[in-house]
C-alpha cells in the first residue's frame, strides 16, 4: 500500500521522490503491485491543476503532516511507466483526499463516483492500462474519514449502501469492462452474512489483530489524528501489553483471518488484503521498536497463504520506504514474498 504517499511523499528523505530507486528497491525485496491513491475526484475536476491539500493527521506517516501541493496528471501516467519498467502492477485506489475546497463534496451519489473513475481511466495513457490490475472505488467503503459524501449513519447492508456499490461498479464496469472492481472494507465484518456484495469482482478486506480484539483499547490508543497522546500511550503500553500473552493476540489475528476466509469461501469470491496484520497505525520513533509488529506479519502471512483464498497479500501496511525499520529489513520482505508467491491460488480463480 504506498497510499497517496506515492505523489505527497517527494520532499527530500520522504521516500518517494526518485520513483524508480523506490519501485526497484519493492522489487528487490520480492513484491509484484503497488496499491496507491489514483485521486479521481480532483482528476475529474482538473487533473492538471494544482491542488493544495489538507493533512488528514499530524502523528503518520503516510503522506503529507503539513499543507502540500500536488498535480495528479501527468504524475500519475509517469509512475504508472515506472511501475511499467519494474514489472509492477498497479492497483487503483483513493482515498478521497481533502483539498482546501473540500471538492471531494461534490459527490452526490454512485453516478459522480462512477463519473470520476471514467474521467480517470480516461486519463491514463492507453499504452499504461495494461499495467492496471484492479480499481477499488473508495478506500475502506463507507466509513466517514474516506467517504464523508456518503449518507451519514447508512450500513453498508443498507439498499442505500448496496446501491451505491452496485451503480457505481455497473456504470463504470460499461465503460471499461476488462478491468475488475471492488469497493474495500475494514467495517461492518460481523454482519457479512447479510450483505449483498455480489456487485464485486472479488473482496478487497483489510484486517488486523486489533480489528477482532481489545488491544487499542488496552493501549489507550484511539485513532487520535491531532492529538500526541496516541502514540505516547503506544510508545509505553503496546509491545508490553502484547508480549505478556502473545498466542491471546496471535488467536485473535488468526480468527480474523479464518472469518475472511469464510466469508470469501461462502461467497465464492477470492480474496486481496493490501492492508494487515499487526496495528493499524506505526511508524519509526522512539520506543516504538518493529519487531512484535513484524511477528505478527510473519503469523498473518503465513496463516493466510495456508487458506488458499487470497489471490493478494501484503506482509502489513508499512511497506513503504518512509517506514525505515520494517523497511530495511531487506530478507525478512524476501522471506514472506517467498511465502507469498508458493501460496496456492483459491480453486475457483
Not at 481511466?121 to 467503503?141: A, F, Q, T
Not at 485473535?252 to 476466509?261: P, Q
Not at 461467497?267 to 492492508?275: D, I, R, V, W
Request: glycine letters at 6%; charged letters at 25%; proline letters at 6%.
Amino acid at each position: 500500500m504506498w497510499d497517496f504517499s506515492w505523489l505527497e511523499r517527494r520532499w527530500p528523505g520522504a521516500g518517494y521522490e526518485d520513483w524508480d530507486e523506490a519501485l526497484g528497491a519493492l522489487k528487490t525485496r520480492g513484491y509484484d503491485a503497488v496499491r496507491i491513491d489514483a485521486y479521481p475526484h480532483l482528476i475529474h475536476a482538473g487533473a492538471d491543476r494544482t491542488w493544495e491539500l489538507l493533512p488528514h493527521w499530524w502523528f503518520q506517516d503516510w503522506g503529507a503532516p503539513s499543507r502540500c501541493r500536488v498535480r495528479i496528471q501527468p504524475e500519475l501516467n509517469k509512475f504508472i511507466a515506472a511501475c511499467g519498467r519494474h514489472n509492477i502492477c498497479v492497483g487503483l485506489s483513493t482515498w478521497f483526499r481533502q483539498d482546501v475546497d473540500d471538492t471531494r463534496l461534490k459527490i452526490q451519489g454512485p453516478a459522480d463516483l462512477a463519473a470520476m473513475w471514467k474521467t480517470t481511466l480516461d486519463s491514463i495513457e492507453p499504452g499504461l492500462r495494461k499495467h492496471l490490475l484492479y480499481v477499488d472505488l473508495c478506500n475502506e467503503w463507507p466509513i466517514e474519514p474516506w467517504a464523508p459524501f456518503y449518507p451519514k449513519k447508512t450500513p453498508r447492508t443498507s439498499p442505500e449502501g448496496v446501491r451505491w456499490m452496485r451503480e457505481s461498479i455497473d456504470q463504470i464496469r460499461a465503460a471499461y469492462p476488462s478491468l475488475d472492481y471492488t469497493f474495500s472494507f475494514s467495517s461492518e465484518y460481523n454482519t457479512w452474512k447479510q450483505q449483498d456484495f455480489s456487485m464485486l469482482d472479488f473482496l478487497e478486506l483489510h484486517l488486523w489483530m486489533t480489528t477482532f480484539s481489545d488491544f487499542y483499547k488496552k493501549v489507550g490508543y484511539a485513532w487520535e489524528r491531532f492529538d500526541q497522546k496516541g502514540y505516547d500511550n503506544v510508545a509505553l503500553n503496546a509491545e508490553r501489553i502484547y508480549r505478556e500473552n502473545p498466542k491471546h493476540w496471535q488467536d485473535r489475528l488468526k480468527f480474523g483471518i479464518d472469518t475472511l476466509a469464510e466469508w470469501s469461501a461462502a461467497s465464492n469470491k477470492p480474496l486481496m488484503t493490501t492492508e494487515c496484520w499487526s496495528l493499524v497505525d506505526y511508524k519509526d520513533g522512539p520506543m516504538l521498536p518493529w519487531d512484535y509488529l513484524k511477528e505478527l506479519c510473519d503469523l498473518g502471512v503465513r496463516h493466510a497463504a495456508a487458506k488458499q483464498r487470497w489471490i493478494a497479500i501484503a506482509t502489513s501496511n508499512f511497506c513503504g520506504p518512509q517506514f525505515q525499520g520494517m523497511w530495511r529489513d531487506v530478507e525478512w520482505h524476501r522471506r514472506l514474498t517467498r511465502v507469498i508467491h508458493e501460496a496456492k491460488l483459491p480453486v475457483n480463480w
